[in-house]
Nanobody
């Protein structure tokens, strides 16, 4: 079955950086769009970033544009989220997501079939 395993979360101070990783198995990685969503306490899960099967297709939420970078390593079946200049409002559980071919900012979480278990990112101000 499909498994997405995240790593790299933690507690940092505002202005610091973190890199999240997500290793995928059980799917044809190169045919799937991969991405990151996040969910803060009391809020809905929201889109953060995605990289489609065409590596040039990188998409970001406005709130992270210019600070976060998503990348994928197809031979390793892994994606990364480099998060710089972190803010307190970035605090959330970050989930890796996979979807056949496309994942865009407007994709609702209900239309994403595959999820990781989540990794906590806490940014202290």
């Amino acid at each position: 079955q499909v498994q997405l395993v995240e790593s790299g979360g933690g507690l940092v101070q505002a202005g610091d950086s973190l890199r999240l990783s997500c290793a995928a198995s059980g799917l044809t990685f190169s045919n799937h769009a991969m991405g990151w969503f996040r969910q803060a306490p009391g809020k809905e899960r929201e889109f953060v970033a995605a990289i489609n099967y065409n590596p040039s297709g990188q998409l970001y939420a406005d709130s992270v544009k210019g600070r976060f970078t998503i990348s994928r390593d197809n031979p390793k079946n892994t994606i990364y989220l480099q998060m710089n200049t972190l803010k307190a409002e970035d605090t959330a559980v970050y989930y890796c997501a996979a979807r056949w071919q496309t994942l865009v900012p407007g994709t609702p979480p209900s239309e994403v079939p595959y999820w990781g278990q989540g990794t906590q990112v806490t940014v202290s101000s």
